[in-house]
């Protein structure tokens, strides 16, 4: 069982259009973390949200972790081709020490 | 460059075999995390180190072991090696709990 669940697990769009990701779990966790992982590389940080309710902007990424801190969100606006990628989120449970994964989205943008 | 250093970048070798792999932590990074990346598991967590002591284990297999030494890069020893254990595997290193740091990986082909 995958503590964090990611949807949708494939998103393929045109440039210009507005998507959203999600994470849910049902746990609490007490940050959450996304990262942007390309081909033959290591996932990047993109944002840390530690705060229910909290929400980041990032240029055309808009961050959210959910009021129970057990889901979050990132919408992005008019997608580019550059923010093809898989888009990971990681947890933190308030025990541990080490981050949990989600499985990840991929996301394809053509032009 | 995200300043994590990991090799080789990758490795091929037979089932029943033993591999090291290796990783230098971004300057200043006490805590040294190992990760599994498969297309069905996603990242799964193997083990954490900080300041040269075990801090966390994940789902480690007892064929795999760890160690961090005192100008903190760690290694990652696999034996006994079987095709499943074929995989991406990323160290990733932090200062804090949050915002890892990760390298890019050794790429594991066991025939």
């Known amino acids: 069982t995958q503590l964090l669940e990611q949807s949708p697990q494939f998103l393929s769009i045109q440039e210009g259009e507005n998507l959203t990701v999600y994470c849910n779990s049902s746990s609490v966790f007490s940050s959450l973390q996304w990262y942007r992982q390309e081909p033959g590389e290591g996932p990047v940080l993109l944002v840390t949200?530690?705060?229910?309710?909290e929400v980041k902007k990032l240029k055309r990424l808009t961050f959210q972790f959910g009021d129970a801190r057990k889901d979050s969100s990132l919408h992005i606006t008019a997608a580019q081709p550059g923010d093809t990628g898989l888009y990971l989120c990681a947890g933190l449970r308030p025990a541990g020490t080490a981050l949990i994964f989600g499985k990840g989205t991929t996301l394809s943008v053509s032009s | 460059d995200s300043g994590v250093t990991q090799t080789p970048k990758h490795l091929i070798t037979a089932t029943g075999q033993r591999v090291t792999l290796r990783c230098s932590p971004r300057?200043?990074?006490?805590?040294v995390y190992w990760y599994q990346q498969s297309l069905d598991q996603g990242l799964q967590f193997l083990i954490q180190?900080?300041?040269?002591?075990?801090?966390a284990k994940g789902n480690i297999l007892e064929r795999f072991s760890a160690q961090q030494f005192p100008d903190l890069h760690s290694e990652l020893n696999l034996s006994s090696l079987e095709l499943g254990d074929s995989a991406l595997y990323f160290c990733?290193?932090?200062?804090?709990?949050?915002?890892?740091?990760f390298g890019s990986g050794t790429r594991l082909t066991v025939v």
């Open positions: 300057s200043g990074d006490l805590s």
């Open positions: 990733a290193s932090s200062s804090y709990n949050y915002g890892y740091t």
């Open positions: 180190y900080y300041n040269g002591e075990e801090r």
């Open positions: 949200v530690v705060t229910g309710g």
